[in-house]
């Protein structure tokens, strides 16, 4: 494979079905000066997945659904590593902070999600589809009361509690992967929100991540700050700022719509 | 270049007549004198089709190169550009005591 092919293989599938040829030619053409701009643009499509070829503008729509998801779900994973770092959000203010801004993630990611078609049919093609896809991470997840009770878990130690860690952390990865599979494979079934409304819940959604990143890095300033929580508040502002940026995308979707 | 000078630049460019994407980025460069870089050009190809104001015009399946055209909206889309662009430049050049050709 050449290496203008390699360089476009970055780009989305759904983008290389049909610029593929042309991108490769473009860059094997332009020789070693196309490189960042081929890498520039393989970036801007990942970001901006409302742009891929579609057959309609509700797989469009679904699409910049699933980055969304994709986005707040990551920001989940690493809100529940918080308490590792030391950050207390346990009383006062930083509890407070902490809840509203858990609310106005869930809130955030609820408004912009797209509805159920409320049919018989397709309901029952919906959950088909959901247990197709969530009984891999519900079947792992089962497994974890049964490790809970087992005494090595009860006090574990070295291998045993790194091991325990990995297969936690495994199955949330795995759950939060099928959920976007699952958005990303609803379209049929689904009403896709209207774009204020998916810019509303998309921006509510960034702003409750921005404000957990603000209660990491506020924690650097106490004794106990740490590398953990400065890395996790960039993290998070780095989601909430991808959330933003989508939020952003809807309103302009809304102008085209 | 901004993104959205590349996606003028590319309505420009198929003003005349369905094109490929090498074709636009040569007619770019006689405009400009400077091509876009893939990245550019297919990232606002893709802007403007997603936008509604370029279509493929089909029937080049077998080709490497998918031909694509204005839409009428995207001649509606570049007119009222072009002509906003053109009183900014008859104004500014006004301005610098140049005659507007």
């Given at each position: 494979?050449?290496?203008?092919?390699?360089?476009?293989?970055?780009?989305?599938?759904?983008?290389?079905?049909?610029?593929?040829?042309?991108l490769?030619?473009?860059?094997?053409?332009?020789?070693?000066?196309?490189?960042p701009s081929?890498?520039?643009?393989?970036?801007?499509m990942?970001?901006?997945?409302?742009?891929?070829?579609?057959?309609?503008?509700?797989?469009?729509?679904?699409?910049?659904?699933?980055l969304?998801?994709?986005a707040?779900?990551?920001?989940?994973?690493?809100?529940?590593?918080?308490?590792?770092?030391?950050?207390?959000?346990?009383?006062?203010?930083?509890?407070?902070?902490?809840?509203?801004?858990?609310?106005a993630?869930?809130?955030?990611?609820?408004?912009?999600?797209?509805?159920?078609?409320?049919?018989?049919?397709?309901?029952?093609?919906?959950?088909?589809?959901?247990?197709?896809?969530?009984?891999l991470?519900?079947?792992?997840?089962?497994?974890?009361?049964?490790?809970?009770?087992?005494?090595?878990?009860?006090?574990p130690?070295?291998?045993f509690?790194?091991?325990?860690?990995?297969?936690?952390?495994?199955?949330?990865?795995?759950?939060?992967?099928?959920?976007?599979?699952?958005?990303?494979?609803?379209?049929?079934?689904?009403?896709?929100?209207?774009?204020?409304?998916?810019?509303?819940?998309?921006?509510?959604?960034a702003?409750?991540?921005?404000?957990?990143?603000?209660?990491?890095?506020?924690?650097?300033?106490?004794d106990?700050?740490?590398?953990?929580?400065?890395?996790?508040?960039?993290?998070?502002?780095?989601?909430?700022?991808?959330?933003?940026?989508?939020?952003?995308?809807?309103?302009?979707?809304?102008?085209?719509? | 270049?901004?993104?959205?000078?590349?996606?003028?630049?590319?309505?420009?460019a198929?003003?005349?007549?369905?094109l490929?994407?090498y074709?636009?980025?040569?007619?770019?460069?006689?405009?400009?004198?400077?091509?876009?870089?893939?990245?550019?050009?297919?990232g606002?190809?893709?802007?403007?089709?997603?936008?509604?104001?370029?279509?493929?015009?089909?029937?080049?399946?077998?080709?490497?190169q998918?031909?694509?055209?204005?839409?009428?909206?995207?001649?509606?889309?570049?007119?009222a550009?072009?002509s906003?662009?053109?009183?900014?430049s008859?104004?500014?050049?006004r301005?610098?005591?140049?005659?507007?050709?």
């Open positions: 494979m050449s290496t203008a092919a390699r360089l476009v293989r970055l780009y989305p599938a759904p983008v290389r079905e049909v610029w593929a040829n042309e490769e030619d473009a860059t094997a053409a332009a020789g070693l000066r196309a490189w081929i890498v520039a643009g393989a970036a801007d990942w970001l901006h997945p409302q742009l891929w070829p579609a057959d309609a503008a509700v797989q469009r729509r679904i699409r910049l659904t699933v969304v998801v994709t707040g779900l990551a920001g989940w994973l690493v809100v529940l590593r918080l308490g590792e770092p030391g950050v207390d959000v346990s009383h006062g203010s930083s509890r407070l902070v902490f809840l509203g801004s858990g609310l993630v869930a809130v955030g990611l609820v408004s912009s999600a797209p509805r159920a078609r409320l049919e018989v049919h397709t309901v029952l093609g919906l959950l088909r589809l959901a247990a197709r896809r969530l009984t991470p519900v079947g792992l997840a089962a497994t974890l009361p049964l490790l809970a009770r087992s005494q090595a878990a009860a006090h130690t070295g291998l509690a790194m091991v325990l860690a990995a297969y936690l952390w495994t199955v949330l990865v795995v759950f939060c992967l099928q959920v976007c599979r699952v958005v990303a494979g609803c379209r049929e079934y689904v009403v896709t929100p209207s774009p204020r409304r998916q810019a509303f819940g998309t921006g509510l959604a702003l409750g991540l921005g404000g957990v990143a603000f209660l990491c890095l506020a924690h650097l300033a106490s106990q700050a740490t590398s953990g929580a400065l890395v996790e508040g960039l993290l998070l502002m780095a989601l909430a700022g991808l959330l933003a940026h989508l939020a952003s995308a809807c309103v302009g979707d809304s102008a085209h719509a | 270049m901004q993104a959205n000078d590349s996606q003028t630049l590319v309505l420009c198929l003003a005349d007549r369905p490929h994407g074709a636009v980025n040569s007619a770019i460069e006689e405009l400009t004198g400077r091509r876009l870089g893939p990245g550019s050009l297919y606002a190809l893709a802007r403007l089709e997603a936008k509604g104001l370029v279509e493929p015009t089909g029937g080049d399946e077998l080709e490497r998918r031909t694509v055209r204005l839409t009428s909206a995207g001649r509606e889309v570049l007119a550009e072009l906003t662009m053109a009183r900014v008859q104004s500014g050049l301005s610098l005591g140049i005659k507007p050709a």
